[in-house]
């Protein structure tokens, strides 16, 4: 059996469990931005007859002030049910001293909407540069598989 991971340098950071907005906010649980190089938000939404957006908001300290991330991306508007949108921030979008970062789904028009959210961390800092190795069938005079 298999049992590798599909991408070792993707992880899930945090979540929005799934719930009914009703012209209210469901939020994540705080990501550390210090240990990836991106951060992106997979949003979904089931039966709706409400209006969602999506944004990150950030802060410097775990526990502390959240707000929007100036001229980060948003998720606008979505008024039909059974959707999916993604959101991406990279390290280099927030402020200085901003290092934690948290997802943000709201319904504005006070009607319901079944949403949840998956927060995924990309590249971590920590990681080194990767490196191509061919596979061992490779050969420059040959374009044999078998060949040796």
Request: with cysteine; glycine share 10%; hydrophobic share 35%.
């Amino acid at each position: 059996m298999y049992t590798g991971a599909t991408h070792p340098a993707l992880s899930i950071a945090a979540v929005v469990s799934p719930q009914t907005l009703n012209g209210s906010t469901g939020t994540s649980g705080a990501v550390d931005a210090s240990k990836f190089r991106r951060i992106m938000a997979v949003i979904s939404i089931g039966a709706n007859a409400g209006s969602v957006t999506a944004q990150f908001q950030s802060s410097s300290t775990s526990g502390g002030s959240y707000a929007n991330v100036s001229g980060g991306p948003t998720v606008t508007a979505i008024t039909a049910a059974n959707e999916q949108a993604t959101i991406e921030l990279r390290d280099d979008q927030l402020a200085a001293g901003q290092r934690y970062v948290k997802l943000t789904i709201t319904e504005g028009n006070s009607a319901n909407a079944v949403c949840s959210g998956v927060v995924l961390g990309a590249r971590p800092s920590s990681s080194p540069p990767r490196t191509r190795i061919p596979p061992p069938w490779s050969n420059a005079t040959s374009c044999d598989p078998l060949a040796g």
